[in-house]
């Protein structure tokens, strides 16, 4: 091993941060693969009990963006092992490519899943994403 | 490798292995999920800003405020006053399980030190800003039990009342204008919140560690004994405490139903928070209602936004673990007598209240030692701040800061 590399690997020995890019990106298939959520982290890290918002574009299978009115996509988040939810529901809004819901709290930490539920005529789908906060 | 890199190599190796250590003489290791929790929970801070009241940090509307809240002519029987049930002495909370002004209440009062630290105000959240809940009990029948427009007429009678609300909020209003009652109403509450807003103790012996331990001084340490070091750590640990008491003041601000067993004489059916939310979002003096100075801002959003869902049903709001000294009994009905009734309850859930409505299902029994129990219990212990200043504690000379 180069020093250099042994030097890296002790400063990073003490670990803590849990520092996720801000521009990081988690892309995850619909429950039924006709669509793809694709989540960018803001802010870099959530925060546990303060309010924030989350940022995400519908995309087709291809990649393209999906045509999705704003008032057809609504966004929820759940505790599993937890039983219950969260204490409010957010609002989504458009900017530009990108849809914003908010406000989002997660009140206590664990496992939260964030649901985003598409509506395209009769048909209501989901895509979810899971976030630990410890 | 040359010396020079040897030394760098040196240097780094002793810069990791510092920076990994424990300070030293703690007789628990806090690794690094409980030092970072421990940043979560210290230090207290300052009081947050309310813009949905402006005279928030206003010395004259604390003075005000202050004489107000001992006030008992606010009362319809003229013997009841904000302290009658938030006693100061009792860390301004009731030696009484259920609470008794005009009639007997359903709900304990709960302590007022680090108040203004909250989101939501009472048991339920029923208010969305401090001022707006010190509203509620002037004109609950079993609080104080009085009238907006008897408070309006006691300002015009008592001149130095007058003197006192002009000095802050400008001319009284015209008692012929419909909406005099109200403005005066609202700018007690407004008044009463300030002071409230005085009544802040931090900078425990856990803070004093909390620091010690953040910058790995051994300096500070001391300030935990063995055994609250021990029951710290559980509290971050297997207890799971910080589930819900967690942030500066040691509660998330928000609601849970623990299941708590009622207390013989209170109610087994409150809806708690389930009613909260239905009073805040209808009340007219809510964040984002004409008497808010911030109608648009965070706190009125965050109304909008309140779930509505039989979950909350049976749900109240953590409390904080901060000063637990001399403010028992605990819980919203008042219905543990002390603190080992309180972490037996939780260490056994012996006597949990079983409803139909959703329920903590991460509550299970803890099942601590005995040695344990006592630990925790000497850790909540080490939470109680600074005492307050004791003019604090007995109404002022006056309702002015002249008097």
């Known amino acids: 091993m180069k020093p250099h590399a042994l030097i890296l690997l002790l400063l990073s020995a003490c670990g803590g941060a849990e520092a996720l890019d801000a521009s990081a990106v988690v892309e995850q298939d619909s429950n039924a693969a006709n669509f793809v959520l694709s989540v960018r982290h ?40 937890h039983g219950h939810g969260m204490t409010v529901f957010p609002s989504v809004r458009r900017e530009g490519s990108e849809y914003v819901a908010g406000p989002m709290l997660f009140h206590m930490s664990g496992r939260w899943e964030v649901y985003v539920d598409v509506r395209r005529g009769a048909v209501t789908e989901r895509a979810q994403v899971a976030w630990t906060l410890d | 490798m040359d010396l020079g890199l040897k030394s760098i190599l040196g240097i780094a190796l002793l810069s990791a292995l510092m920076g990994c250590q424990d300070a030293p003489g703690t007789a628990v290791e806090f690794g690094d999920a409980e030092r970072k929790q421990l940043g979560r929970l210290s230090p207290l801070g300052d009081v947050p800003p309310d813009p949905t009241n402006r005279f928030a940090d206003d010395p004259n509307a604390a003075r005000l405020g202050h004489w107000l809240f001992f006030d008992e002519r606010l009362s319809l029987d003229g013997q009841v006053s904000c302290a009658t049930c938030h006693v100061p002495t009792h860390a301004f909370s009731d030696p009484k399980s259920l609470a008794k002004g005009m009639g007997l209440g359903e709900r304990h009062a709960p302590s007022l030190i680090n108040v203004a630290y909250g989101r939501w105000f009472g048991w339920g959240g029923r208010a969305d800003s401090l001022w707006m809940q010190a509203l509620g009990p002037l004109e609950n029948p079993l609080e104080l039990g009085g009238h907006r427009d008897l408070i309006a007429d006691l ?15 400008g001319p009284l209003p015209n008692e012929s204008d419909v909406t005099a009652s109200d403005e005066v109403f609202v700018n007690v509450g407004k008044s009463i919140a300030a002071f409230e807003r ?84 209808g009340s007219e003096f ?118």
Do not use: W
Not at chain 2, 161 to 167: G, I, N, P, S
Not at chain 2, 331 to 340: K, W
């Open chain 1, 42 to 81: 803001t802010p870099a890290v959530m925060p546990l009990n303060a309010e924030f918002e989350v940022r995400f574009q519908l995309l087709d299978m291809e990649g393209r963006a999906l045509d999705v009115e704003v008032e057809d996509v609504s966004v929820d988040a759940d505790m599993p092992e």
């Open chain 2, 286 to 403: 809510k964040a984002s209602g004409i008497y808010s100075d911030d109608r648009n801002g965070t706190t009125a959003n965050r109304v909008q936004h309140l779930v509505k869902s039989s979950d909350s049903f049976g749900a109240f709001k953590t409390p904080s673990l901060r000063n637990l000294a001399g403010r028992a009994p605990f819980m919203h009905q008042g219905q543990f007598e002390d603190l080992d009734a309180v972490l037996h309850f939780y260490d056994t859930r012996e006597g949990a209240s079983v409803t139909s409505h959703h329920q903590e299902q991460i509550l299970a029994p803890l099942r601590l030692s005995p040695s344990e129990l006592s630990d925790l219990h000497a850790f909540l212990g080490s939470l109680e701040g600074a005492a307050l200043d004791p003019s604090l504690l007995v109404p002022p000379a006056g309702p002015s800061l002249s008097d």
């Open chain 2, 198 to 281: 005085l009544l802040v103790r931090g900078n425990s012996r856990f803070d004093q560690f909390a620091a010690a331990l953040a910058s790995n001084r051994s300096d500070g340490i001391e300030a935990l004994s063995d055994s609250e070091q021990r029951g710290l750590h559980l509290f971050l640990t297997r207890a799971n405490c910080t589930q819900c008491h967690l942030g500066p003041n040691f509660t998330d601000s928000e609601f849970h139903n623990t299941a708590a067993p009622p207390h013989p004489e209170g109610r087994r059916d409150d809806p708690g928070r389930f009613q909260g939310i239905a009073h805040v979002q």
């Open chain 2, 155 to 169: 300002f015009h009678d008592d001149p130095d009342l007058k003197r006192a609300y002009e000095t802050t909020f």
